[in-house]
Each structure stands twice: as C-alpha cells, then as structure tokens.
C-alpha cells in the first residue's frame, strides 16, 4: 500500500539544521505520549485519535444505506454545516470530484452546501435552485442553534414541507447532531428524522471521519471505507511523519517563522487547505501564540502572490503537497508553426510541466529564503486522503501541545457572535 511521505530537508537555514530539529523530536513524542495518556489540555476532546480504528462495519453500512435512500430518491441533497461540519467533507469531495463535475450530468443526487455563510442571494439562489425538485437535507450541528446552519434549515425545512409534505420531508432529512440534548435533537425526535451522532469527544474541525464528513461523502458517491481504511493505515504507524512534521513546524516558527503556506499544485486540493487551514488556525491560534494559516493553489497564485512569496518579507514557510499520479495523461502535441513557442515540450505530459514547474518554484522559494516541507501524496483517491486527514490531525494535536496552548478548544470564536447576537436584539446579550 502506498503511504504519504515527508521531506523536510528543503526546511533546513542556518537557524533551523537537522540537528535542532531532531531535539525537538523528544518533545514531539512527549505531546503524542500526551494524547495517548489522554493527560493534556483539552484531553476530553481526543476522541478522534483511535476514531478510525474503532468505526465498525456496522456503522459503516447504516451510513451506506441513508446515502444510498438519499442519492436514489433526491434530485438534490443539501448538506448544512459550517465549520468543521462541512470543511472536511468539501475537502475530500472536492479532492475526489471530477473538476467540471457540476456541469455533467448526475449519477444520483447532486449535493450542495448551505449554512457556511449568511449570504442573502446565496440562499435565494439555492432555494431558486432546488424549488420544484426532490431534495434532501443533512442536517449538522451539535445544539441546532449556531445561527449561519439554523437559518439555512428553517428556509430549506419550510420549503421542503411545502413542496413535498411533512411526511416525505422527514424521511428524507438526517440530522446529525448531539446523543441526547439539544435544538436539533429535540426537533428531529418530534419529527421522527433519521439520526447520527457527533461524538462528544470529538470536535466540530476534527470530525470528518465521523458521520459529519462520512455521510455527506458517501452521498457524493465515493468510497467512505477506503478513505478509513487510509486513516486507520496512518493512525497504526504514521508516528514518524507526525512527528517529523511537529517538529519541523515548530523548530521554524521558534526562528521566526511565522507564517505557514500549505501549497498545491492540483486545483482539486483547494478544500483540502481550507479544511487545513481551520484545524490549525482555531487549534494553535491562542495567548497570542500560534503560526498564521494561510494557502495558495499554484501554479494560479504564483501569477498573483508569487512576488511577494519570492522577495517579501522572510517570515513564512511552504508546506507543498505534491501528488505523483496522475488520474489521465494528456500530452501537449506539435504545431508546425509554434507561434506560442511551445514545441520544446511537445510530446510531453502537462503533468510533468507541472512537476517542474512545482520543482523550479520550490528551488528558488528555498534559494530566496523560504523553506519547504514537502508531503508527497501517491494519488488523490480515498486511501491516501483518509492518510492524509489523519496525518494533520495528529500532527495538530502534537503541535499544539508542543506550542503550550490548548488544541481543542476555541474561546476567541464566540467573541464575534456576542456582539452579532447583541447587535440582533437576542434576549439576554448587550454591547
């Protein structure tokens, strides 16, 4: 079996060596010791650590059979989350998608996602979208009252009931949500909706291996088995990429390092890093600690950020996911003119233009002084994405423990909602 792999050799400066890397690897192993021993910070949300390993086959085929009723007998399935409810199912079915899949004809329901934003023309054109048709709804949120998911519901809900009556709308709305308490518990008890449990002990942005990413992955039509059997591949023995990376990271942002690039060179890989990017911003981001999350999709962005990358100011580095197969070869052929000047790589894959074009970047961002990790990923397909979401979670959790500063909690995301709530009129919330 194909696994990932790490290189960090390109991260080397005369401030961050070989050497001073592996010191910081005892501590690496400490944080994970930590996580095991369930002893740090936050140690009652590490329920996704031995996650994939504990979903059984019975879990699996219940999830199988709600996506198989939802995909046969929907137009349309609406997934509504925001957060971790729906980043790291975006990512993987982006990850996975056919690149125009949208404008193709469907194999089964479409899925769409709502309740991410608080767009007014967003949800009207949604509505526009799926009024007159048969759609389903998952539904994800822990209490049912986070205010982007619960506005998108109560419109998408209504509609539906209109459209199709009551009975129809409940069996084919899912929620997800908590064991036993509640808004959306409440409300799917009362209407008699098929239910999954987020877990306790497993956070919104590490939750996509629980039925929160595995349902709405699964709707989409891909290989929810395959992608935790690929977690349950790095959770048995990804020890040294985890630590590898942790300490790495940590070694450069004690030099100064302050900022994180995650860096792609495949357009599908674009959800991937935003999902990433939550789960180490809202992990590490704490007593004004914390390296800053940020991504680009290469080669488009080196068009647009690329000069600042090469010769702005020299506190970030890359981490680049790098794929090495390719799904489809397509070369460029000759033209007998060559106006463009291209014939030099007719014959050859655009593949392999990329490869270069990947190569030729990392070269002279390290030459400029930025330095790279380099996570090699076999292919994009369910195995090596369930590695993959694993290995940063893992890492994340390590790091931050690392860092000092508790992974699993985020008290600075309720500060904007207080005010929003205040400035709403909600009872009980002032200015």
């Not at 994939?52 to 989350?81: F, H, K, M």
């Not at 982007?148 to 409940?170: D, H, N, V, Y």
């Not at 580095?317 to 397509?330: A, G, P, R």
């Not at 790589?345 to 390290?366: D, F, P, Q, S």
Request: proline share 4%; aromatic share 8%.
């Amino acid at each position: 079996m194909n696994y990932i792999k790490i290189d960090n050799t390109a991260a080397f400066t005369p401030e961050v060596t070989a050497e001073s890397v592996n010191a910081l690897l005892p501590q690496a192993a400490a944080a994970a010791q930590t996580l095991e021993a369930g002893t740090g910070a936050g140690n009652d949300f590490t329920g996704w650590l031995h996650l994939p390993g504990s979903i059984t086959e019975e879990q699996l085929t219940a999830i199988e059979r709600s996506a198989r009723l939802l995909r046969e007998e929907c137009d349309y399935v609406v997934a509504i989350g925001i957060g971790g409810s729906y980043l790291g199912a975006k990512a993987v079915i982006e990850a996975l998608s056919d690149n125009f899949a949208a404008l193709k004809p469907a194999r089964g329901a479409r899925l769409l996602f709502a309740g991410n934003n608080i767009g007014e023309d967003y949800l009207h054109d949604l509505m526009q979208l799926v009024s007159g048709h048969r759609f389903g709804i998952i539904v994800i949120s822990k209490s049912g009252t986070t205010t982007e998911p619960a506005i998108a519901f109560r419109l998408l809900k209504g509609l539906l009931e209109r459209e199709q009556g009551r009975e129809w709308a409940a069996r084919h709305t899912i929620a997800i949500t908590d064991v036993a308490r509640g808004a959306l518990r409440t409300l799917a008890t009362t209407e008699g909706y098929d239910t999954y449990v987020i877990p306790d002990n497993v956070g919104g942005r590490f939750s996509v291996l629980t039925p929160v990413g595995l349902l709405p992955i699964a709707v989409a039509g891909f290989d929810i088995r395959a992608l935790v059997a690929g977690a349950v591949a790095m959770e048995r023995e990804g020890d040294t990429l985890t630590a590898t990376y942790a300490a790495t990271r940590n070694t450069l942002y004690a030099s100064g390092k302050k900022i994180e690039l995650l860096v792609n060179y495949d357009p599908r890989l674009h959800f991937l890093a935003e999902w990433w990017k939550q789960l180490y911003g809202e992990s590490e981001g704490k007593q004004h600690k914390g390296i800053f999350p940020a991504a680009v999709d290469f080669t488009t962005d080196l068009h647009s950020m690329g000069q600042w990358i090469q010769d702005g100011e020299r506190t970030i580095f890359e981490t680049v996911l790098s794929v090495e197969n390719q799904l489809h070869e397509v070369t460029i052929p000759t033209d007998e003119a060559d106006l463009d000047g291209l014939n030099y790589i007719a014959g050859r894959r655009v593949g392999e233009v990329n490869n270069m074009a990947e190569l030729g970047t990392r070269l002279a961002h390290v030459d400029g002084g930025v330095p790279n990790i380099r996570i090699t990923v076999p292919t994009l397909n369910e195995h090596c994405l369930g590695q993959l979401i694993y290995f940063f979670e893992k890492a994340c959790g390590m790091s931050g423990y690392m860092l000092g500063v508790n992974p699993f909690d985020q008290p600075g995301v309720e500060a904007y909602k207080k005010n929003m709530f205040a400035l709403l009129g909600k009872p009980g919330y002032t200015l």
